[in-house]
């Protein structure tokens, strides 16, 4: 063979290895070859240059873990798990050399935590939605177990498991839970004297702690003076095992700062492996039978105590330096206590919970912008109570008397009393109903949640906006979980679980003011008068510090929250809003409770309130009929549409920006305006490490069948809410039957039924309204015949409505109860003159204004009204028969003249000449009058003609002056029609017929809303406003 160019080479030759048995990095090689060389035993062993034995095997090894952190990332992912489970073996069963325990504890903790987060680094498009690796995930769910051959535990003490002859249970005053210091410290690092890592170390060793396993003592280290335990092969009956639960809580506690960093930022990993290595270990002990208290040593619960006050700790002193780490941590150790809770005693997890949110609001007194604070502090109680059992830790079938300490509030529990048979107002009620520290006691996480829902909705929590939802969600997720669960289907069961959360219907009534009120004619809470403005500082930016004062197990502030019967009476104050979706969902927490809760028990609460808390009461279920109306698919496919077209408007606007033809400064500057959950971040928005990104909800553009499904939810929404509210109004109506204030509650009964009428819900909740209402005007006939004509006439306008429907069954029960409302009114004075007033007032204004009015249902009606009254045999001797027969045929040419209106619907101007000529001939009528004189103002109106509109006001002014100068005689009012005649020269044709129409009295004829001093103002303010709308300042001067 000759060599070509002097040994020249010609070519190379790489090969490149391709296994899954070899890792190919050095760092691992020798890692794995010396725990290898641990397991079999086989010194000496030579290792390359290196000769292993014994006396150098410890420092090999210690170096050789500490080395892992060097490795290069591929091949250590690729050997994740083998590396994970020599490291956990190492840990739980430390190897013995020479006879002396070489304990790897600490080093291979510190191992773990570098690993794990250079994994949970490297491979960042592998974690889930809680930003978990996914690998790491896959080694705890499927990898991870106990070394085999776990036996059961024997006494504490004994050789087997006794590391270095480990005591029993810690004293009871060792306090490691409070001290702060443990989680900062370092026992093997010199410090100075009055160092914290000093007094960790003089607490431990002051009350003679053994934690030698560990190297908490270097007395304990090998070659030390305490050095115990030697074996002679490792086979020996004396094999020491530890348990990887508490030795990683150990480890967490006392681990020095970078560790302890690393370790917080991959918290759910060891937490995760801590859970599991408790559920194998009371497993594999048969311990699960245990009593909770004996399943676990006091030393380690001591170690989870402080490890717990840490991490809290750290928590709320971080929270607006790195809100990612902040918010991942905070949501791994709300989900270990959620873990907890099934496995070791859960009183002791309720003082982990007291404790973080103690650490939280200690905080919370001394940051200049708590709502992060308080945003983590939802997240964190939302996770803890998605436990399975979450129902049976509130002990939702227990008194309310606590065994240890009872409340002053409940110490007449046992009394006999009741507002059945008494007056006196039952504390045992009342508490069950209010957030006390009785009930919170009783019922500890339910009591969280609505504790944080009574904090955020209070006047002082001004500026929180974003954490409305945030609270109301938690809430509603966990009603949601009550309803789907089948544990809980049974009515009974149900009901004790809704007595957890009666409390809400109080927290919402005292929020009435703050809801959006859904209704499109009316303003923001003006209804009624119950609702009063409470007594509070001026608006704010954060949350005050009263509102953190509230922590776990303290009362409430009641201080600066009146009772509504002590509530001043102020000027309104200015409420920060709720938004529309956040009152709704909170509506529908309230209904689920009241449907749910014992119809007895609500009747008991009710029986103690006072008028005006009723009367709160009412507008509660006034609101919720508003907010649960049912708009139709019709409806629902416009705001489908007009989404789609306002994603169409972004869109536009995003090019804009992009193309620079408008100014994306100033967009950017809008949009920073907006608060941020995580603190002023200014860049928030282009942070995504801080930014929250979730998507739209309301899905653009939906499916047909997607919107034929949203029509049925919406219309079995709407028919559900309308129920369980008439539910509530009966009971209402039971309660206050012997009240000496019923007038103004029945009343607000009336109103609520009323308006369930008019917001076009179901007919199958309608058939109960009906029902209902025949019910209460029968039982207090003098609400609507012996007082105003108000609620009469809004009652025959819904009967008429509902009379003209186009489904039978509604016609059939509208048609009863108008015919029961005439019957009633002719029973007290033998003739009904008011009802006859109001059907034929209401008539006339469903003619000249409803749109859906049908005109042959309605003569149905008419016909089964009279035939109610031919068939009557009880007023068969009467005349109401032939009254009956007159207003049916004063009906008849109402109808006769919607005909004619109808014909000439396309033709306005027709239109109005017959309206015109309607209204003159009720010149006898002014009640009729005036209505169709304000329904020719609504057609001009509609037209854009609103110079005719304003005539049409100004007659209908001077209608009304001119009667009330007639019955009665007030100097500052308008003297009749004549004093308008500058405005308009028609006035006149306004001026009284004769003086026999006068009979308020009797008839109730002038007596309607309008023919009052208020009435007269607002006609005449709609009439100023239309003639400034044209432009006519002399006319509205």
Same mark, same amino acid.
């Given at each position: 063979?000759?060599?070509?160019?002097?040994?020249?080479?010609?070519?190379?030759?790489?090969?490149?290895?391709?296994?899954?048995?070899?890792?190919?990095?050095?760092?691992?090689?020798?890692?794995?070859?010396?725990?290898?060389?641990?397991?079999?035993?086989?010194?000496?062993?030579?290792?390359?240059?290196?000769?292993?034995?014994?006396?150098?095997?410890?420092?090999?090894?210690?170096?050789?873990?500490?080395?892992?952190?060097?490795?290069?990332?591929?091949?250590?992912?690729?050997?994740?798990?083998?590396?994970?489970?020599?490291?956990?073996?190492?840990?739980?069963?430390?190897?013995?050399?020479?006879?002396?325990?070489?304990?790897?504890?600490?080093?291979?903790?510190?191992?773990?935590?570098?690993?794990?987060?250079?994994?949970?680094?490297?491979?960042?498009?592998?974690?889930?939605?809680?930003?978990?690796?996914?690998?790491?995930?896959?080694?705890?769910?499927?990898?991870?177990?106990?070394?085999?051959?776990?036996?059961?535990?024997?006494?504490?003490?004994?050789?087997?498991?006794?590391?270095?002859?480990?005591?029993?249970?810690?004293?009871?005053?060792?306090?490691?839970?409070?001290?702060?210091?443990?989680?900062?410290?370092?026992?093997?690092?010199?410090?100075?004297?009055?160092?914290?890592?000093?007094?960790?170390?003089?607490?431990?060793?002051?009350?003679?702690?053994?934690?030698?396993?560990?190297?908490?003592?270097?007395?304990?280290?090998?070659?030390?003076?305490?050095?115990?335990?030697?074996?002679?092969?490792?086979?020996?009956?004396?094999?020491?095992?530890?348990?990887?639960?508490?030795?990683?809580?150990?480890?967490?506690?006392?681990?020095?700062?970078?560790?302890?960093?690393?370790?917080?930022?991959?918290?759910?990993?060891?937490?995760?492996?801590?859970?599991?290595?408790?559920?194998?270990?009371?497993?594999?002990?048969?311990?699960?039978?245990?009593?909770?208290?004996?399943?676990?040593?006091?030393?380690? %619960?001591?170690?989870?105590? &402080? +490890?717990?006050?840490?991490?809290?700790? =750290?928590? #709320?002193?971080?929270?607006? !330096?790195? /809100?990612?780490?902040?918010?991942?941590?905070?949501?791994?150790?709300?989900?270990?206590?959620?873990?907890?809770?099934?496995?070791?005693?859960?009183?002791?997890?309720?003082?982990?919970?007291?404790?973080?949110?103690?650490?939280?609001?200690?905080?919370?007194?001394?940051?200049?912008?708590?709502?992060?604070?308080?945003?983590?502090?939802?997240?964190?109680?939302?996770?803890?109570?998605?436990?399975?059992?979450?129902?049976?830790?509130?002990?939702?079938?227990?008194?309310?008397?606590?065994?240890?300490?009872?409340?002053?509030?409940?110490?007449?529990?046992?009394?006999?009393?009741?507002?059945?048979?008494?007056?006196?107002?039952?504390?045992?009620?009342?508490?069950?109903?209010?957030?006390?520290?009785?009930?919170?006691?009783?019922?500890?996480?339910?009591?969280? %949640?609505?504790?944080?829902? &009574? +904090?955020?909705?209070?006047?002082?929590? =001004?500026? #929180?906006?974003?954490?409305? !939802?945030? /609270?109301?969600?938690?809430?509603?997720?966990?009603?949601?979980?009550?309803?789907?669960?089948?544990?809980?289907?049974?009515?009974?069961?149900?009901?004790?679980?809704?007595?957890?959360?009666?409390?809400?219907?109080?927290?919402?009534?005292?929020?009435?003011?703050?809801?959006?009120?859904?209704?499109?004619?009316?303003?923001?809470?003006?209804?009624?008068?119950?609702?009063?403005?409470?007594?509070?500082?001026?608006?704010?930016?954060?949350?005050?510090?009263?509102?953190?004062?509230?922590?776990?197990?303290?009362?409430?502030?009641?201080?600066?929250?009146?009772?509504?019967?002590?509530?001043?009476?102020?000027?309104?104050?200015?409420?920060?809003?709720?938004?529309?979706?956040?009152?709704?969902?909170?509506?529908?927490?309230?209904?689920?409770?009241?449907?749910?809760?014992?119809?007895?028990?609500?009747?008991?609460?009710?029986?103690?309130?006072?008028?005006?808390?009723?009367?709160?009461?009412?507008?509660?279920?006034?609101?919720?009929?508003?907010?649960?109306?049912?708009?139709?698919?019709?409806?629902?496919?416009?705001?489908?549409?007009?989404?789609?077209?306002?994603?169409?408007?972004?869109?536009?606007?995003?090019?804009?920006?992009?193309?620079?033809?408008?100014?994306?400064?100033?967009?950017?500057?809008?949009?920073?305006?907006?608060?941020?959950?995580?603190?002023?971040?200014?860049?928030?928005?282009?942070?995504?490490?801080?930014?929250?990104?979730?998507?739209?909800?309301?899905?653009?553009?939906?499916?047909?069948?997607?919107?034929?499904?949203?029509?049925?939810?919406?219309?079995?929404?709407?028919?559900?809410?309308?129920?369980?509210?008439?539910?509530?109004?009966?009971?209402?109506?039971?309660?206050?039957?012997?009240?000496?204030?019923?007038?103004?509650?029945?009343?607000?009964?009336?109103?609520?039924?009323?308006?369930?009428?008019?917001?076009?819900?179901?007919?199958?909740?309608?058939?109960?309204?009906?029902?209902?209402?025949?019910?209460?005007?029968?039982?207090?006939?003098?609400?609507?015949?012996?007082?105003?004509?108000?609620?009469?006439?809004?009652?025959?306008?819904?009967?008429?409505?509902?009379?003209?429907?186009?489904?039978?069954?509604?016609?059939?029960?509208?048609?009863?109860?108008?015919?029961?409302?005439?019957?009633?009114?002719?029973?007290?004075?033998?003739?009904?003159?008011?009802?006859?007033?109001?059907?034929?007032?209401?008539?006339?204004?469903?003619?000249?204004?409803?749109?859906?009015?049908?005109?042959?249902?309605?003569?149905?009606?008419?016909?089964?009204?009279?035939?109610?009254?031919?068939?009557?045999?009880?007023?068969?001797?009467?005349?109401?028969?032939?009254?009956?027969?007159?207003?049916?045929?004063?009906?008849?040419?109402?109808?006769?003249?919607?005909?004619?209106?109808?014909?000439?619907?396309?033709?306005?101007?027709?239109?109005?000449?017959?309206?015109?000529?309607?209204?003159?001939?009720?010149?006898?009528?002014?009640?009729?009058?005036?209505?169709?004189?304000?329904?020719?103002?609504?057609?001009?109106?509609?037209?854009?003609?609103?110079?005719?509109?304003?005539?049409?006001?100004?007659?209908?002014?001077?209608?009304?002056?001119?009667?009330?100068?007639?019955?009665?005689?007030?100097?500052?009012?308008?003297?009749?029609?004549?004093?308008?005649?500058?405005?308009?020269?028609?006035?006149?044709?306004?001026?009284?017929?004769?003086?026999?129409?006068?009979?308020?009295?009797?008839?109730?004829?002038?007596?309607?809303?309008?023919?009052?001093?208020?009435?007269?103002?607002?006609?005449?303010?709609?009439?100023?406003?239309?003639?400034?709308?044209?432009?006519?300042?002399?006319?509205?001067?």
């Amino acid at each position: 063979m000759k060599w070509v160019d002097s040994h020249k080479g010609v070519f190379n030759v790489e090969l490149v290895a391709v296994s899954s048995v070899h890792t190919q990095d050095p760092f691992l090689d020798r890692f794995f070859t010396l725990t290898h060389v641990l397991e079999e035993y086989s010194f000496p062993f030579r290792l390359k240059d290196v000769v292993l034995t014994e006396s150098n095997m410890e420092s090999e090894l210690k170096s050789s873990v500490g080395n892992l952190r060097v490795a290069s990332l591929e091949p250590l992912v690729a050997f994740s798990h083998q590396v994970l489970n020599k490291l956990i073996q190492l840990t739980v069963q430390p190897p013995v050399l020479g006879g002396q325990i070489v304990n790897l504890g600490r080093a291979a903790f510190e191992a773990m935590a570098v690993m794990v987060n250079q994994i949970q680094k490297g491979l960042e498009g592998g974690h889930d939605q809680q930003g978990r690796n996914r690998l790491l995930s896959s080694y705890i769910f499927y990898v991870f177990h106990l070394p085999v051959g776990e036996p059961g535990l024997p006494e504490t003490g004994s050789i087997p498991y006794a590391t270095l002859s480990r005591t029993g249970g810690r004293p009871a005053s060792l306090g490691l839970s409070r001290s702060k210091s443990i989680s900062n410290s370092n026992p093997d690092l010199a410090t100075s004297p009055d160092s914290s890592d000093e007094q960790a170390q003089k607490t431990l060793s002051s009350k003679g702690i053994d934690r030698s396993h560990s190297w908490v003592n270097s007395a304990y280290a090998p070659g030390g003076p305490k050095n115990v335990l030697r074996r002679n092969h490792p086979n020996s009956s004396t094999d020491l095992k530890q348990l990887l639960h508490e030795e990683l809580a150990l480890q967490w506690v006392v681990s020095a700062s970078a560790v302890r960093e690393a370790a917080l930022h991959q918290a759910w990993f060891f937490f995760q492996l801590m859970v599991k290595s408790m559920a194998h270990h009371l497993f594999l002990c048969d311990k699960l039978e245990a009593p909770r208290k004996a399943r676990f040593p006091r030393r380690f %619960v001591d170690d989870i105590s &402080a +490890l717990v006050c840490a991490i809290s700790t =750290e928590i #709320a002193s971080r929270c607006q !330096k790195d /809100a990612e780490l902040v918010e991942h941590l905070n949501s791994s150790l709300a989900f270990f206590l959620n873990d907890l809770l099934s496995l070791m005693d859960r009183g002791f997890v309720f003082h982990l919970l007291r404790s973080y949110y103690k650490q939280i609001n200690t905080r919370l007194l001394a940051t200049q912008n708590p709502n992060t604070l308080v945003a983590l502090r939802m997240d964190f109680i939302r996770i803890v109570c998605s436990h399975e059992h979450y129902v049976p830790l509130n002990l939702p079938c227990s008194g309310l008397s606590p065994p240890a300490s009872p409340s002053p509030s409940v110490s007449s529990a046992t009394s006999q009393g009741s507002a059945f048979s008494s007056h006196t107002q039952d504390p045992r009620v009342a508490n069950m109903f209010e957030l006390s520290v009785a009930f919170r006691q009783q019922h500890f996480l339910a009591g969280l %949640v609505l504790t944080e829902l &009574a +904090l955020i909705l209070e006047p002082e929590a =001004e500026g #929180a906006f974003f954490l409305h !939802k945030k /609270a109301v969600s938690t809430l509603h997720n966990l009603l949601c979980s009550h309803d789907s669960d089948p544990r809980y289907s049974d009515s009974a069961v149900r009901a004790q679980v809704a007595q957890l959360y009666l409390p809400l219907i109080s927290i919402v009534m005292e929020a009435l003011p703050r809801l959006c009120d859904c209704t499109e004619t009316h303003g923001p809470w003006g209804r009624l008068a119950s609702v009063l403005a409470e007594e509070g500082d001026g608006p704010g930016s954060t949350i005050s510090h009263s509102v953190a004062m509230a922590i776990a197990g303290s009362p409430l502030p009641h201080s600066h929250r009146p009772g509504p019967a002590q509530m001043p009476s102020v000027p309104p104050r200015q409420y920060s809003m709720l938004s529309a979706e956040v009152s709704r969902t909170l509506l529908v927490c309230l209904l689920w409770v009241v449907k749910n809760a014992e119809g007895a028990l609500l009747y008991r609460w009710l029986a103690d309130l006072s008028t005006l808390q009723v009367n709160r009461l009412l507008d509660l279920l006034y609101l919720c009929v508003s907010c649960f109306e049912y708009k139709g698919k019709k409806t629902l496919e416009r705001i489908n549409s007009l989404t789609f077209k306002k994603s169409l408007d972004m869109k536009a606007r995003l090019e804009e920006a992009i193309l620079g033809t408008v100014g994306a400064r100033q967009e950017m500057v809008r949009r920073s305006r907006e608060r941020s959950p995580f603190g002023n971040h200014e860049n928030v928005r282009w942070r995504k490490n801080i930014a929250h990104w979730r998507q739209n909800s309301d899905k653009v553009d939906k499916s047909k069948d997607e919107m034929e499904h949203e029509a049925v939810v919406e219309g079995n929404l709407a028919t559900e809410a309308n129920m369980v509210v008439l539910d509530t109004l009966e009971i209402i109506v039971q309660t206050v039957v012997l009240s000496e204030a019923k007038e103004s509650v029945l009343s607000g009964v009336l109103r609520v039924l009323l308006h369930g009428m008019a917001c076009t819900p179901s007919a199958a909740f309608l058939q109960h309204c009906f029902a209902t209402q025949r019910a209460l005007v029968g039982k207090f006939p003098e609400m609507l015949f012996e007082e105003g004509t108000e609620l009469c006439a809004d009652l025959c306008l819904r009967l008429l409505r509902h009379c003209s429907s186009r489904v039978g069954t509604i016609r059939t029960h509208a048609s009863a109860s108008l015919y029961l409302l005439m019957r009633q009114n002719f029973e007290i004075g033998n003739n009904f003159a008011r009802v006859k007033m109001q059907v034929t007032m209401s008539l006339s204004s469903l003619v000249g204004t409803s749109p859906n009015f049908n005109e042959e249902h309605l003569r149905r009606s008419l016909k089964t009204i009279l035939t109610y009254a031919e068939e009557d045999l009880e007023l068969r001797d009467t005349t109401f028969a032939e009254q009956v027969q007159d207003l049916v045929f004063n009906l008849h040419m109402i109808l006769t003249d919607t005909v004619k209106m109808k014909e000439h619907q396309e033709d306005p101007e027709m239109l109005i000449d017959l309206m015109y000529r309607i209204a003159k001939g009720y010149q006898a009528s002014p009640d009729l009058r005036l209505t169709w004189l304000k329904n020719m103002a609504a057609k001009h109106a509609e037209r854009g003609n609103h110079a005719e509109a304003a005539q049409c006001l100004v007659h209908s002014a001077a209608l009304v002056a001119e009667y009330l100068s007639m019955l009665e005689d007030c100097p500052y009012l308008p003297v009749g029609c004549v004093s308008f005649q500058n405005i308009s020269s028609n006035v006149l044709e306004e001026s009284a017929v004769s003086d026999d129409v006068l009979s308020p009295d009797e008839e109730g004829i002038c007596s309607g809303k309008y023919f009052t001093e208020q009435g007269l103002v607002g006609l005449l303010e709609q009439a100023a406003a239309s003639f400034t709308m044209v432009r006519s300042f002399v006319e509205a001067s």
